[in-house]
C-alpha cells in the first residue's frame, strides 16, 4: 500500500482588543491603542458615528477625531476588525470614547462704580460641563467669596486709586477638559 501524509497546520484565531474606554474632551481627540493576535496582525477601524482617524483607519493605533454628530451623541464606539485572517473568521474588539463637553466661563459686562459706592456684583455663568467657578483680581481687593458664580468684589484703595482694574472668572475642577477664563 502508498501512503500519503499531510500536516495539518491549525492557525489560532484573530485575537483583538481595542484598549480600554476612555473620557475625552469634545474638543480633543482620542489616541487608540489596539492590537491583533493570532492569525494575523493586522485590523481596521471603523466607528458608530462620523469621525476621521489619522493617520488611516488601517494602522492599530490611530488619532480618532470626533465629528459634531459625536459630541452631539456624547459618545462614540470605536470598533477594530481583524484583516488578512488566513481562512479564520475575523476577531473584532470595540472601545466606547466619551465627549466631556468643555466648560465655558463668562464673567458678565464690564461694571462701572463709583469710588464712594464701589462694591462690583457679578454674576458670572460657566456653559458645558459643571466647573468649579474661581474669581481672580488684578488688584488687591476681596472677592465675597471667590469661588460663586454671584458674588461681591470690594475694590481696595489702591485698587480705587488705580480707576481700573480686571476680574477675570476661570473654572476649576474641568473634569477632562482644560480651564476657560473669561
Not at 101 to 126: E, K, M, Q, R
Amino acid at each position: 500500500p502508498v501512503t500519503n501524509t499531510l500536516q495539518v497546520i491549525i492557525l489560532p484565531s484573530p485575537t483583538v482588543s481595542a484598549g480600554n474606554n476612555q473620557t475625552i474632551c469634545a474638543t480633543a481627540s482620542a489616541a487608540l491603542n489596539g492590537t491583533v493576535t493570532g492569525a494575523t496582525n493586522t485590523g481596521s477601524w471603523s466607528s458608530s458615528g462620523s469621525g476621521t482617524f489619522s493617520p488611516s483607519f488601517t494602522i492599530l493605533n490611530p488619532t480618532y477625531f470626533p465629528s459634531a454628530a459625536d459630541i452631539a451623541a456624547g459618545s462614540v464606539t470605536l470598533t477594530l476588525t481583524s484583516t488578512n485572517n488566513q481562512g479564520c473568521f475575523a476577531g473584532t474588539g470595540s472601545v466606547v470614547v466619551f465627549l466631556q463637553n468643555p466648560p465655558i466661563a463668562n464673567a458678565g459686562l464690564n461694571p462701572t462704580v463709583c469710588a464712594n459706592n464701589n462694591t462690583v456684583i457679578l454674576s458670572g455663568a460657566i456653559i458645558g460641563f459643571p466647573a468649579t467657578p474661581v474669581w481672580s483680581s488684578s488688584g488687591t481687593g476681596a472677592f465675597t467669596p471667590a469661588t460663586s458664580l454671584n458674588t461681591s468684589y470690594i475694590p481696595s484703595v489702591a485698587d480705587i486709586n488705580s480707576g481700573l482694574i480686571t476680574l477675570s472668572l476661570t473654572t476649576a475642577n474641568n473634569g477632562v477638559c482644560p480651564a476657560s477664563t473669561s
